[in-house]
């Protein structure tokens, strides 16, 4: 799906779940033409590439995070989800740990795979390599956006980039 219309959908879906008392939320999983992010505090700096002249579509989004790149072989996943309904918690960072241990879980159980958290840093690790990133953002607790899982994608494109925002981390797929 097309960045731009998996985004306007996701803003739409924020409005259905925050005003709905039938439903804690609702999860898309999808992939995405070759595409370059940017967080709301992303510096341009971690473009190793003239922003006005992208070699991709580039796109300032309203998610947490620095720039990364989403395309073909990664699943990318937005919990639509409205943290103000039990068992979820008015918590971001209770959130982001939750993403993560998603990830963790699904790595485990689908390929015996070992994720794991780097403290300090957002997003699950395999051998010290980035297979997962994670950026939200909530309107009155509702959340969108969400987390990128590198399964069998090009990791060429990351190569433009400091994926982000991290110059000595490695990003790698599953």
């Not at 922003?51 to 947490?64: F, S, V």
């Not at 997962?132 to 433009?160: C, E, K, M």
């Amino acid at each position: 799906i097309p960045y731009q219309q998996a985004w306007d959908w996701q803003k739409g879906m924020v409005e259905a779940v925050g005003s709905s008392s039938a439903t804690l939320g609702s999860l898309v999983l999808l992939q995405h033409p070759p595409v370059y992010t940017l967080g709301t505090g992303a510096t341009e700096g971690h473009l190793k590439f003239d922003g006005a002249a992208p070699p991709l579509p580039l796109y300032r989004t309203e998610r947490g995070g620095e720039v990364t790149y989403h395309g073909p072989g990664q699943l990318v996943l937005y919990p639509i989800l409205d943290l103000r309904r039990p068992p979820l918690q008015q918590d971001l960072h209770w959130y982001l740990r939750q993403l993560e241990e998603v990830a963790i879980r699904a790595l485990e159980a689908a390929s015996g795979l070992r994720g794991e958290r780097i403290p300090g840093l957002t997003g699950v690790w395999v051998g010290g390599q980035k297979v997962a990133a994670i950026g939200v953002r909530a309107s009155r607790w509702v959340t969108y956006h969400g987390l990128a899982l590198n399964v069998v994608n090009d990791l060429a494109p990351f190569r433009q980039i400091v994926p982000c925002g991290i110059a000595d981390r490695p990003v790698a797929s599953v």
